[in-house]
Structure formats: C-alpha cells, structure tokens
C-alpha cells in the first residue's frame, strides 16, 4: 500500500500553458499598419471619402424627404470598408502577437467576420435608409420630425425591415468576436488534448522541447 503524498502529487499538475509573445506577427502588425495609413492617405486624396460623407449628409436632392443622400452613402460606406482594412488586419496580428493565434478554422472566421461586418453596413444602408425606414421610425415615434399617426401603418413593414437590415452586422461581429461551436470546440479539445500530454509528460519526468500550440493540424 502506497502512502499519499500531497507535495508529489502537486508537482504532478501540468501547468498553465504561458502565451508567448510572437514577434514575426508584431512586426507584421507595425507594417501593416504603416502601410494602412499610407493606403487611408490615399483613400482620402485621391478616392475622395471625405467628399462622399459631405454629400451624404449635406448635399442635396434628399431621400424621402430626409437629409440623406442614400446613393453616395453607398459608396461613402464601400471606400471607407476597404480603406480600413489594413489597420483591421494590423489589429489582429498585434492582439495574436500577445494573446497568441486561434486555430485555423477560428482564424479564418475572424477574417470573413471583417469582410461580413464590411458588407452588413453596406446592407443595413441600403435596407434601412435605402427605403427610408428611419424616416417610417421618426413619423411614428417623432424622431427628428414631427409625428404623424399615418405612419403606424408601416410599423409592421419597419419592424421587418430593421431586423433584415441589421443581420449581416450581428453575424458578422458574432464571428469576430464570438465564433460557431464547432471552431471554438475545435479550439477547447486543443487545449484539453495538450494539457494531457503536458500532464503525462510531467508525470513520467519528461522534457517537452518541441511547443504543442497547434500539433494536430501540421
């Protein structure tokens, strides 16, 4: 009969995987944003985003009889995504250099949410102030406009037509910052899986020498 040991028995723990800080994706995060502001400079310059916002709001021959020129909105909104997207992606790989890099599957769902969240603006406008539905919304509820009670015929229309607007900017931010099930279980077994191994190894005395971040997917 063994006796019990609680000092050998807690130097049988695996230890807390500890996040290395990864400067190759630093590096990529200082060029990419570098880079980002040479390409928001000519976003600015050359495509003329400023000028488009200014129209939108401030130019004339309003939508529905609101101030908001919904055609260059669209485009105002298209530039503006694309002239973003490096610093977006600069974010990332600075927040992966500290915090470490997800697993392929997460990391390709971070990237579409970007793209998606990009593409849900570009829905919500057309959807929502494209029809004028915010106009539907202040007639009813008496934002920016006086009341009108004709306007609670299209409640039902509105209400439809919101929550259509609105989706591709839930999924897409559900996507970066949330993820399906089965990436974030993908990344749940990883860290199980290894934790066992750092465990066994620990255990039998052995020198793990080679990192296990991502061993399944090589």
């Known amino acids: 009969m063994t006796s019990y040991n609680k000092d050998e028995r807690a130097t049988a723990r695996a230890p807390r ?27 600015i310059g050359v495509w003329q985003v400023p000028f488009f916002w200014e129209t939108t709001f401030f130019g004339e021959g309003g939508h529905h009889g609101g101030p908001i020129n919904w055609g260059t909105g669209f485009a105002a909104i298209g530039l503006s995504g694309v002239a973003l997207y490096p610093w977006c992606y600069a974010t990332l790989f600075l927040f992966w250099s500290f915090f470490g890099k997800p697993n392929a599957r997460r990391t390709a769902e971070i990237i579409g949410g970007i793209h998606l969240t990009h593409f849900g603006l570009i829905w919500f406008w057309l959807v929502f102030v494209g029809p004028g539905v915010y106009i539907w919304w202040g007639g009813m509820f008496g934002i920016g406009m006086d009341p009108e009670g004709w306007y609670w ?27 399906t099930p089965g990436a974030r279980g993908q990344s749940e077994r990883g860290s199980e899986i290894q934790e066992k191994i750092i465990e066994q ?13 991502n061993w399944w997917e090589d």
């Open 201 to 213: 190894a620990t255990k039998s005395g052995e020198l793990v020498k080679k990192p296990l971040k």
């Open 17 to 43: 995987q500890k996040r290395e800080f990864d400067s190759k994706l630093f590096i990529a995060a200082i060029v990419t944003g570098v880079g980002g502001l040479g390409w928001m400079t000519m976003a």
């Open 153 to 179: 015929a299209l409640f039902v229309p509105s209400l439809l037509l919101t929550g259509l607007s609105v989706q591709g900017l839930f999924w897409g931010l559900y996507l970066i910052f949330r993820g």
